[in-house]
């Protein structure tokens, strides 16, 4: 019972570095979801896909990257960390059919200093 | 656009207290509506749901009723335990609107502490 796998679960990083969060599901999901998680805030929508291939911006996608070259992985990228990406990251995923919950991961803990 | 508010906490109850966290939206379409809950250093996960008014959500004892005259979906728990302790959020999901991706609003969250 896999589910939605996220890696890593802790990391720091210096202000200007590069990385990738990685986020993998195995539940066939074509629907899938970054968040971000910041105190007293809820999650804001990063970027989401609706299928391989595609992808889509949401609610605040400055600084970050997206791709889907499959079902099973969507991979959010930070090319140049800033103080102000610190925060708890989550990925989603649901299925394509209306009224159906998101599934998430256990969330990677990212902290730029 | 949409939205979510829910009331602030912490809310701290005794075991076996009944439980209110209230949560209102703002939605521009026919939105579905969701309980989620955020156990300590883990994911989110859906606690209930309802897609229609009128429609009441259950699961674990709580529940909650899709309410669309007064625009809520107010979570409730008759005797809480130390176990529920977490942070819970609402969301809804509006599946009119056209962006793609049926995507969620969440409120900020409530956070819940049950002591002996």
């Known amino acids: 019972n896999a589910g939605v796998t996220q890696t890593p679960k802790f990391r720091i990083l210096k202000i200007g570095q590069s990385m990738t969060l990685q986020c993998t599901q195995d539940?066939?999901?074509?629907?899938m979801y970054w968040y971000r998680q910041d105190p007293g805030m809820g999650l804001k929508l990063i970027y989401y896909?609706?299928?391989?291939?595609?992808?889509d911006k949401g609610e605040v996608p400055n600084g970050y990257n997206v791709s889907r070259s499959t079902t099973e992985d969507f991979p959010l990228r930070l090319e140049l960390a800033a103080p102000s990406q610190t925060s708890v990251y989550f990925c989603?995923?649901?299925?394509?059919?209306?009224?159906?919950?998101?599934?998430f991961g256990d969330g990677t803990r990212l902290s730029i200093l | 656009g949409n939205s979510v508010t829910q009331m602030e906490g912490p809310v701290t109850l005794s075991e076996e207290a009944f439980l209110t966290i209230n949560c209102t939206y703002t939605?521009?379409?026919?939105?579905?509506l969701f309980w989620y809950v955020q156990y300590p250093g883990e994911g989110l996960q859906l606690l209930l749901k309802?897609?229609?008014?009128?429609d009441k959500g259950s699961n674990k004892g709580f529940e909650a009723t899709y309410r669309k005259e007064t625009t809520s979906f107010h979570l409730e728990k008759g005797s809480v335990q130390v176990s529920d302790s977490a942070v819970y959020f609402c969301?809804?999901?509006?599946?009119?609107?056209?962006?793609?991706?049926?995507?969620?609003?969440f409120g900020t969250g409530t956070q819940l502490k049950v002591e002996l």
């Open positions: 989603a995923s649901r299925e394509q059919v209306n009224n159906q919950p998101q599934h």
């Open positions: 539940m066939n999901h074509n629907y």
């Open positions: 896909s609706v299928g391989a291939g595609i992808t």
């Open positions: 939605a521009t379409g026919y939105p579905s």
């Open positions: 309802a897609t229609k008014a009128d």
């Open positions: 969301a809804l999901s509006d599946w009119g609107f056209t962006g793609g991706g049926n995507k969620l609003t």
